[in-house]
């Protein structure tokens, strides 16, 4: 099986088979490809919050205004954005650099970090940090169908209500859902797509 056969096997399931459950196997391959995601700077910021437990589960489809998804999945990724972008800087060059992290190299390095960074505050971090998350999604998405699991991206949720189920720090905004398992049934329909003329150019 291809990557791109994949693609047309997956589809945002809206009915998953709540008998069926993941391997921990399974989900550790799709936490690896979050982690593997490209991000600006190399600052992954983001935070993964893997859910099973039965009353989260339930609590989130409330929160999804009563979308069936999360009940039935096997897991749901909630997906944070963050935005403590300058110790994220901090803690990034520790990792990277090691002993090596006061060196004049690593200095500079940090400092045009944290020039960077300085037009990340605000809504605009939370923005920015909300896009690197989405590609994480992606990436999350992509390995679940190459691995022929099954899950819907959601964002039809009351983000307020799944913050205070979740007793995070303030950095941390909810920004996504990813219910995963095997589906119940097939999709309704068959994909629906814009034409090829609507979604590219050649120049
Ligand atoms: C960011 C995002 C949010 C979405 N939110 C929901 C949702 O809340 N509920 C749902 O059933 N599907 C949701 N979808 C699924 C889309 O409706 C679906 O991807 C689109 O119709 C294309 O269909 P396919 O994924 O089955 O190919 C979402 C998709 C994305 C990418």
Known sequence: ???????????STKKFDPEKKLSD????????????TPSAYGLQPFHVVVVTDVEIKKKL????YGQPQPADASHVFVFFSRTD?????DAYMKLSFGDESGSEKAVKIAERFRQMAGRYEGATGAEWAAKQTYIALGFAMAA???LEIDSCPMEGC????????????????PVLLLPLG??????????????????????
């Open 1 to 11: 099986m291809s990557f791109l056969t994949q693609l047309e096997w997956r589809f």
């Open 25 to 36: 196997e399974s989900v550790g391959k799709i936490l690896t490809a979050i982690r593997l």
């Open 61 to 64: 489809q409330e929160a999804s």
């Open 85 to 89: 972008i300058l110790d994220r800087i």
């Open 144 to 146: 679940a169908a190459e």
């Open 158 to 173: 009351d983000f307020a209500a799944i913050k205070d189920i979740f007793d995070l720090p303030e950095i941390f905004t």
């Open 182 to 203: 095997y589906r119940a049934e097939g999709p309704a329909r068959s994909k629906t797509r814009f034409p090829k003329e609507d979604l590219f150019t050649n120049v």
